[in-house]
């Protein structure tokens, strides 16, 4: 409970002075970002570029990794930690409504065009989620904790500064982000939590709370975006003509968040997925050929889930692209949840065992959680 209120203070204040200090905050920070490009180059910007692309999936990865390979109970609540914030990200985003650097100042070097409003970052609070929760376990067994805490660090800063150095963040929706992240993870820790999901494992009703939730989630997204009318500076869409050659309106940014919400189904699907899959009590084990089938099967499955959300963003209106990217999320989400580890446990019962490549320290604290489970 301590965890809780500390970070959830913390979260309050960071709250407040991103709401009162708005304007003192994004001028220093534009100082700081236009220091920080100041040395840019065409390596740097591809290099900062392809670290957008993998702190924005690694930790979502590696939790599906120790869900279908390792312990089903700590990756479940890895994924829905970094799920949740990605939603809960979106949907403040759309309450704040504050601008991206790259936006109200043209000093700032357009090295990426996001078209959602900046407030939390997505990145830190869905990264940062992750981090915490799956590194709070890590720690715990007590070992190697000098060059863990480090590896920590190391994440946590990279992707604070390859935000900013892009120019989609600014410094304080960077910590802003680290600060909800941290207050959910201490909620995502509480007794009352793992109970649910104990619960959810043998009660199907507990599914379908989620489910419902899930809509109830998107009906005050959608809500947010129909009524929620921004103070919006023209300067900003003149600044993201001159930088991207695109046009950007308050409706696009609110409706790019909006369609970001949609993740909440993603949940819904990998706790369906859970729960159909409770009864297959042995793990599939992080051997060489089980990782990479893993790997095989998720980039497929994004593959698939972008090329198909890709056309539906061309062709579809707008209330059904949202009606459709619920429906591909959902499934995307089952299949992580049901389908892959039930199809890699299918294909392990038919070849001997194999040495896990887990490191020693890992694996008995994945044991020692399942037993507390």
């Not at 407030?119 to 992750?130: K, L, R």
């Not at 990279?158 to 802003?176: A, E, M, N, P, S």
Request: glycine share 6%.
């Amino acid at each position: 409970m301590k965890a809780v209120i500390i970070t959830g203070g913390i979260a309050v204040v960071c709250t407040l002075l991103e709401v009162y200090m708005e304007d003192l905050l994004e001028d220093t920070s534009a100082d700081f970002i236009e220091w920080l490009q100041g040395g840019s180059n065409s390596f740097w910007n591809f290099i900062f570029q392809a670290l957008e692309i993998i702190t924005a999936g690694i930790f979502i990865f590696i939790s599906a990794i120790i869900y279908i390979c390792g312990n089903r109970k700590l990756g479940v609540m890895g994924l829905t930690a970094g799920i949740f914030a990605a939603c809960l990200a979106s949907l403040f985003k759309m309450c704040f409504c504050h601008p991206r650097p790259l936006w109200k100042y043209s000093k700032i070097n357009a090295i990426k065009c996001h078209t959602d409003f900046g407030a939390p970052s997505g990145h830190t609070f869905s990264g940062g989620a992750i981090i915490f929760y799956l590194g709070y376990f890590w720690l715990k067994n007590g070992q190697n904790i000098i060059t863990k805490v480090f590896l920590l660090i190391f994440a946590i800063l990279i992707t604070g500064v390859d935000r900013t150095y892009l120019g989609v963040h600014f410094y304080f929706q960077v910590v802003l982000g680290y600060s909800y992240a941290a207050f959910l993870s201490a909620l995502l820790m509480r007794t009352s939590v793992e109970r649910f999901m104990n619960k959810l494992m043998k009660n199907i009703k507990h599914v379908i709370i989620v489910n419902v939730s899930a809509v109830f989630f998107v009906i005050v997204a959608v809500f947010l975006y129909l009524f929620r009318n921004p103070a919006w500076d023209e300067t900003w869409t003149i600044n993201f003509k001159n930088d991207c050659n695109r046009d950007l309106t308050s409706k696009d940014a609110l409706f790019k968040n909006l369609t970001d919400t949609t993740l909440a189904f993603a949940i819904a699907g990998l706790l369906l997925g859970y729960y159909k899959i409770r009864d297959m009590r042995t793990y599939s084990g992080l051997t060489r050929d089980n990782f990479i089938i893993s790997i095989i099967g998720i980039a497929v499955l994004a593959a698939v889930i972008l090329g198909v959300e890709k056309i539906v963003g061309m062709i579809a209106l707008d209330f059904v692209k949202i009606i459709l990217y619920c429906a591909s999320r959902f499934l995307a989400g089952f299949v992580v949840g049901y389908f892959i580890p039930s199809l890699l446990s299918k294909i392990n019962k038919k070849r001997p065992t194999e040495q896990l490549i887990l490191s020693e320290d890992l694996k008995l604290q994945l044991i020692k959680i399942d037993d507390k489970s």
